[in-house]
């Protein structure tokens, strides 16, 4: 493995995050500054060099902070070999292994566990060694440490087992920025978080195992009391415990008793570890909590569960058939009502459970679904139910529900249902709530627990006849009320559009009327010189990279989607920094024609896609020869010579397929300096007359839309 990159380094988007700028503005200085650093093959920096760089140009007046540096050296343990999970333990355990070396230095540290660590297992001393020795010596200090200390059993040795398998200096690199990000300030908890956080966006089913925060917050707020004891059924690798501990234990004057199963020792592990390093007590049982006896279970305050969404064949014949299941055997197919009646078993009394299950649970109409959502529904033990947008997972698109559960409250006669569908925002990988979001949901609950009803469209008190009624079905938007419809509103907004439309429709038949057409224009069409498009054009053929959710950090794609679109449609954005090849840069003028698929298809490049990165299965041409402009190298790929001549130059039935090769030999015609002209006000014209039509055919169909509307009789009850 000497072949690992021992440098650090960076790519464009991680400079841009350095000095705050955008990562165009960063590909500028890289441009017009002959001495910016030059990049590698793989298109990254050496950081050192890129940091004296920006600071001697003023782009940064400090240091760059060790957590960019941290990213390069986990890009370098996936180019090791380890696998995810393996990584992931190394990373967790090398924190656990530097809080317990501090930690016995602190003889004032309240942490919850009391650490002993000897002179010679400390990194201060293991660091003096050879690079080479370093991986040996630390796996022989963490077995050391394990027996001293009972509560790091299992956090140090097994994880930091492949620690002899890394070159010396890219594991004592990662140790040392370990140490030197905390140094800075950042606590290990927080590198913690950012580790697992990072290490998970590469593998996304390792979600499982954790709860976004967005959700994790949610519930918390949901949940929304005091607590003395709280408990998760499935803590997996404990950040949704983690999260409520941070949150509620300000309100306590007490320490909270956290409480957590799992049957997943690895993920125990990291939340065993997630704990220690927080710096507290949390009792993490390695169990299946579903084969736990009743009696055995906490109470619990507030129970928080978020476990994996329909688990399948999650029992035997004893489990299906235990008496603990009060409300109805869940079936064995789906493991999510089985999960709600464990969690209201384990509720004090005054207790609240929050808890996210699949769609199915809250819709099914027939089979035991249906049977145990009305028993719950008929004894009180729902408090509330919240629909949530689909994709709020990376790992699954299946929409997830949260239901607030509470001990049986035989005397309740509703509950509230909460819409949250429409809220938030969609992103690639996920769709996300942010804080207005999460308090606007929650407000709904409180103010229902407070005796007061919050004037929200999303939420809606329903009572539990009505909803067994209705197949006992809790999915929110069938409760949802039909607006009225506002016939005064309807009818001004109509007056306003047939009052605009003469206008609109004036300007678009005068800018059809200026259309250059055909038979008012000069010159023979009979024949033409023509060159092979390479002789007049440069052909630059896309790349390939990876896709990216944030606008902010990425370069706008253009490709086959864009072309068969029209340059319309869901903005992409790219990483260009990983792209298999040096990636293709849009300029304004250029036109990109798609290769496959809708072979021949084009779009212009406007000031819009400046500086776009052009998408694989793409090509762009760009005028280079004074006799052929961008407009007419644009009309001749719209025009039916150009079509026919792809057609027969293309390969493959099934998927048409027009080589670089085919498209550089193709004939353009050169036109005159007369043609030149005509065919940049045939471009102009043409776009400003669709401009106006399309204005005026949106104003006819919203205008349509609103006719039928008030045509219809509105309802005026049910019979």
Not at 29 to 39: E, G, L, Q, T
Not at 50 to 68: H, Q, Y
Not at 294 to 300: D, F, H, N, R, S
Not at 695 to 708: C, G, I, K, N
Request: proline share 5%.
């Amino acid at each position: 493995m000497s072949d690992l990159p021992s440098r650090t380094t960076v790519n464009i988007r991680d400079i841009a995050e350095i000095t705050g700028f955008r990562p165009s503005a960063v590909g500028n200085w890289r441009k017009r500054h002959s001495d910016f650093p030059v990049a590698d093959s793989s298109g990254r920096f050496d950081l050192s060099e890129v940091e004296r760089w920006l600071i001697e140009n003023g782009k940064i007046d400090s240091r760059v902070p060790a957590t960019f540096a941290r990213r390069s050296l986990i890009d370098s343990l996936q180019m090791s070999g380890l696998h995810t999970d393996e990584i992931t333990e190394l990373l967790v355990s090398v924190l656990v292994y530097l809080e317990a070396s501090d930690t016995s230095y602190r003889s004032s540290h309240q942490s919850s566990v009391e650490v002993t660590v000897s002179e010679n297992d400390r990194w201060t001393r293991l660091r003096q060694f050879p690079a080479d020795e370093v991986g040996e010596k630390l796996c022989e200090a963490a077995r050391s440490i394990e027996e001293e200390n009972r509560a790091l059993k299992g956090l140090l040795a097994d994880g930091l087992s492949a620690a002899p398998k890394l070159p010396g200096t890219l594991l004592v690199s990662l140790i040392e920025n370990f140490d030197a990000t905390n140094r800075e300030g950042t606590p290990r908890f927080s590198q913690f978080d950012d580790v697992v956080s990072r290490i998970g966006k590469r593998d996304r089913f390792r979600g499982e195992h954790s709860t976004p925060a967005d959700i994790a917050m949610l519930m918390i707020q949901l949940a929304g009391q005091n607590a003395n004891t709280v408990c998760d059924l499935a803590c997996g690798e404990g950040g949704l415990l983690s999260s409520a501990a941070l949150s509620l234990q300000p309100r306590n004057s007490k320490p909270i008793n956290l409480v957590g199963f799992d049957v997943d020792e690895g993920a125990l592990r990291v939340a065993k570890s997630r704990f220690l390093i927080q710096g507290v007590t949390a009792d993490l049982r390695l169990s299946d909590s579903f084969r736990v006896p009743q009696e055995e279970l906490p109470l619990a305050d507030i129970v928080l569960l978020d476990p994996p969404l329909g688990l399948s064949s999650w029992g035997d014949a004893d489990i299906y058939m235990d008496k603990r299941w009060r409300f109805g055997a869940p079936p064995r197919s789906n493991a999510d009502l089985a999960w709600l009646q464990l969690a209201i078993q384990c509720l004090s009394e005054s207790g609240v459970a929050v808890v996210g299950t699949s769609t199915g649970t809250a819709s099914h109409r027939s089979g035991p679904e249906a049977g145990i959502r009305k028993a719950m529904l008929e004894e009180g033990a729902i408090k509330a139910v919240i629909q949530l947008p689909s994709r709020m997972r990376s790992e699954t698109s299946v929409p997830i529900f949260l239901w607030v559960l509470q001990p049986p409250r035989p005397g309740a006669d509703s509950v509230l249902l909460v819409d949250a569908s429409t809220l938030g925002t969609a992103s690639r990988s996920r769709h996300n709530f942010d804080s207005e979001d999460i308090h606007r949901i929650a407000r709904t609950l409180q103010a229902l627990e407070a005796g007061t009803t919050e004037n929200d469209e999303i939420a809606q008190v329903v009572s539990i006849a009505e909803i067994i009624n209705n197949d006992a079905i809790l999915e929110p938007k069938q409760y949802r009320p039909i607006p009225e419809f506002d016939t005064e509103d309807a009818q001004r907004r109509s007056r306003e559009l047939r009052e605009k439309l003469p206008e609109t429709t004036e300007i678009a038949t005068s800018a059809i009327e200026r259309l250059p057409f055909s038979n008012e224009k000069s010159g023979s069409r009979d024949s033409a010189i023509t060159r092979a498009l390479e002789e007049v054009a440069d052909i630059y053929m896309g790349t390939n990279a990876p896709e990216l959710e944030d606008p902010e950090h990425g370069t706008l794609l253009i490709g086959l989607r864009e072309v068969s679109s029209g340059g319309t449609g869901t903005a992409r954005y790219v990483d260009k920094e990983s792209s298999t090849r040096p990636p293709v840069e849009i300029r304004e003028g250029d036109v990109v024609v798609a290769l496959r698929g809708d072979v021949g298809g084009s779009i212009l490049a406007t000031r819009h896609h400046q500086g776009a990165v052009l998408d694989q299965g793409c090509a762009l041409i760009r005028p280079n020869h004074e006799e052929v402009t961008a407009p007419w190298v644009y009309l001749w790929t719209q025009s039916q010579q150009f079509r026919d001549r792809v057609s027969r130059a293309s390969t493959g039935a099934t998927t048409p397929f027009l080589s670089s090769r085919a498209l550089a030999d193709l004939a353009i015609p050169i036109p005159s300096a007369e043609q030149l002209d005509e065919a940049e006000q045939l471009l102009g014209r043409f776009d400003e007359a669709l401009k106006w039509v399309g204005e005026l055919q949106s104003d006819l169909t919203a205008l349509r839309r609103l006719e039928v509307d008030l045509l219809i009789p509105q309802e005026s009850g049910t019979e």
